[in-house]
Every structure is written in structure tokens, then in C-alpha cells.
């Protein structure tokens, strides 16, 4: 049978992210009562990192540890990845040592070729394109929060970035309204708002999209990769921080996610994750839970419940 991998939302049904979710919730549980869950002992995860990241590293790592597993870290001085070594070879070879690999590079063709080519699960840490990881986390954040996403009205501010591709899957997958502001020319993939369909809409003002909304998210103006354009970004985006008036334009129950790391006084004000709407930090936190309940799934999929 060929390995399951985990590269887009689109990858599972809503009722299998709905099943990651209320696992997430579980594992959640019972890491904070101290209760010991073991299933991944004597599994390793390959992590492979063409771009730098904290909470991905951690969120992972302490993940496989809390498992029962291991992970080994491989830098870009670490692999031949796309580096004289063809990716499907250097896949076929990891995979027969390891049990997953989770990757997070910068093109997306990075993932899907190495996917191709493995025998076991293949998990985007993130991508040009997609960040499938992070809304895993935020799904579970709002519903702790808030209860089902179903039906409601979520805001993005900003860049139409990877992120943004990623929020149109879960419109799709988690039933809701995606209302997207950003400058033009700025727009997320015209694939990904053909697949969200009518669920989704580009606006340029900000208090548009946020009015009466439910979730409000947002990123960095400059990802990696776009340090060149920082200057003219942050001139163009400064209409589009979000700050506590904006959020006040919300729904009165309103949630702001922030995925991290922030630029203070750019995409959101200095003071806006110390204001009790944003659950930046807990949601932070859950990309340790929603990447456990994940693993488990993908390298130990008989403990999983749906």
C-alpha cells in the first residue's frame, strides 16, 4: 500500500481534518494532565528545512519526543535535497530509513516530487504555496475558542501569500466565508480562489472584509525569500495593519490569529497580541498538538479515531 501524505487540505475530507482536530483536542488533554501517550516508540521523523523556522522545528520534535519517537533535523547543509542529487532519489533513500518526513522548503514541486518517490508519509511544513500545518492549528484554536467554523466569517488581511492559499482550502474544508483584503496585485494563487469558489471574495478595504467577521488573521508583509521588496511592501501594506479599532469592527466575539513571528508596528499594531482577542499564543501552542494528532495518524494510523 503507498504511504498517506499530508501536502495540502485538500488532501483529506472534511470529515478526516474534523477527526484531526478533535484529536488534537485529546492529545491536547492529555499532555496537560500529564499523562503519558506513546504509539510513535522506536519511529524516527526526518525533518528537512530549507527555510528556518522555530515553532515548525519544535512543534515537530517535541511532538515525535512526546510520542514515543525521535525526529533528526536536517539542515540545507545537511542533504543533497534538489543539490546534485535528484529529490526522487534522495526521497527513495530517506524513506527507507525513515518512517515520515516533513519538509519545508520554498517550491511546492520540492514536495510533491519528493512525495512521489517515497514509501513513507510526506508532510508539508510549509511551501511557496501552502501551509497546511498552520491551519490545522488555527481550525483547532477557533474551535476551542468558539466552537464549530462551520457557517461563519473569517477575515485575511494582507499579503495573499501562502497562508492566504491556505485559508481558501479551509474555507472549503471547514465550511466558512473567507473575505480577503489586500492591495491589488497582491491577490492569493488564481487556483486557489477558483477552489474556494463562492466561498471567497477580495476586497481592498480592511474594515470591509473584518465587518462583522468571527476569525480576523493576518502574516508578515515580507516573507523569506522577498527580502528586496521589504521597502515597497511596507509602504503599499500600511493601510492594511490590523490594529484594536479594526478588530472592534468585527463581530463582539471575534478571535485574531497571528501564525507567527510578528512584526510589531507593521501588519499589526505593537499592542495587538496583549489585547484579549488574540489567541495568538494558545494557537501557537496547538501546532504541537494538531502535528501530534497528525503523526499519529500518518505513521500509527490503527490508533487514530475518526
Not at 168 to 179: I, T
Request: net charge negative; proline share 5%; hydrophobic share 40%.
Amino acid at each position: 500500500m503507498s504511504a498517506r501524505h499530508f501536502l495540502s487540505l485538500m488532501d483529506y475530507s472534511p470529515q478526516e481534518l474534523g477527526g484531526l482536530i478533535r484529536r488534537a483536542i485529546e492529545l491536547k488533554d492529555l499532555r496537560k494532565r500529564s499523562i503519558a501517550h506513546e504509539p510513535l516508540q522506536g519511529r524516527v521523523l526526518g525533518m528537512i528545512f530549507e527555510k528556518a523556522s522555530t515553532r515548525t522545528r519544535l512543534s515537530f520534535e517535541a511532538g515525535m519526543i512526546q510520542l514515543g519517537g525521535q525526529a533528526i533535523f536536517l539542515s540545507p547543509r545537511d542533504t543533497q535535497l534538489g543539490r546534485g542529487e535528484p529529490i526522487g532519489d534522495t526521497a527513495i533513500v530517506m524513506s527507507s530509513m525513515l518512517d515520515a518526513v516533513m519538509i519545508r522548503t520554498f517550491a511546492h514541486s520540492n514536495l510533491t516530487e519528493f512525495a512521489a518517490h517515497s514509501t513513507v508519509p510526506v508532510i508539508n511544513g510549509l511551501s511557496d504555496d501552502l501551509h497546511p500545518c498552520q491551519l490545522l492549528a488555527d481550525m483547532q484554536t477557533f474551535q476551542e475558542a468558539r466552537g464549530s467554523i462551520a457557517g461563519k466569517t473569517v477575515a485575511w488581511i494582507g499579503d495573499g501569500n501562502n497562508m492566504c492559499n491556505s485559508y481558501l482550502e479551509a474555507a472549503v474544508q471547514f465550511d466558512f466565508q473567507l473575505r480577503i483584503a489586500c492591495p491589488e496585485g497582491y491577490e492569493p494563487k488564481a487556483e486557489f480562489l477558483a477552489l474556494a469558489g463562492d466561498r471567497a471574495r477580495i476586497v481592498r478595504d480592511p474594515r470591509e472584509a473584518v465587518a462583522g467577521a468571527h476569525l480576523v488573521s493576518t502574516d508578515v508583509w515580507t516573507s523569506m525569500g522577498q527580502e528586496e521588496e521589504s521597502a515597497k511592501r511596507l509602504k503599499l501594506f500600511a493601510p492594511y495593519q490590523v490594529n484594536r479599532a479594526l478588530l472592534d469592527a468585527a463581530d463582539p466575539q471575534v478571535i485574531f490569529l497571528h501564525c507567527l513571528p510578528a512584526h510589531r508596528g507593521e501588519e499589526i499594531s505593537s499592542d495587538l497580541l496583549d489585547d484579549p482577542r488574540s489567541l495568538a499564543w494558545q494557537q501557537a501552542e496547538n501546532r504541537l498538538h494538531a502535528q501530534k494528532a497528525l503523526l499519529e495518524l500518518l505513521v500509527a494510523p490503527g490508533l487514530q479515531r475518526a
